[in-house]
């Protein structure tokens, strides 16, 4: 099973603020939605909550919650207490390729301990204030193939590159 992440960051890294996007890109959340359909996503709870609800769980998607707190629910979607069990719910639905969706601790947990074999990462051309991150230059070294771009119009705040970047064969 291939273990991806998805996400878009700026320039300093910057994925959110105060629990939230910090940018309008229609067509990159076309990307996102597309990409992930039919897969299992995994996702920490404090991002999972930052959905609006009227969206939780994500639709055509089994959605997976990862948290410490033993007593929380999240209707629709399956919860678990680690990344590791989240992972392994995947791979025991047969899934051919997870995606992790964020927030940033949990993009953080999976790159450190080498669990991710593809990064699809909108490069979004800002550098907005933010809380949330993506760990800086973790797709460095990868192999990376340029998947569409896109200029900042009336419907997109900024203009951005969409790139997947694959771990190199060692």
Known sequence: MR?????????NGVIGKDNDLVWSLPDDMKFFMDTTKGHVIITGRKNY???PERYRPLKGRT???VTRNRGYQAEGAVVVHDLEDAI??????A???????????????ALDAGLVDTQYITH???EPDGDAHYPTEAWRGWVGQELGRHSGDERHD???IITRYDRPEE
């Open 124 to 126: 979004v051309h800002a």
């Open 3 to 11: 273990i991806s992440t998805i996400a878009a960051v700026a320039m």
């Open 49 to 51: 909550e930052s959905i």
């Open 88 to 93: 392994g719910f995947a791979r025991a639905s």
């Open 95 to 109: 899934e051919t390729e997870c995606f992790i969706i964020g927030g940033g601790q949990i993009y953080r947990q």
């Open 158 to 160: 900024h203009a951005f």
């Open 63 to 65: 959605n997976v919650v």
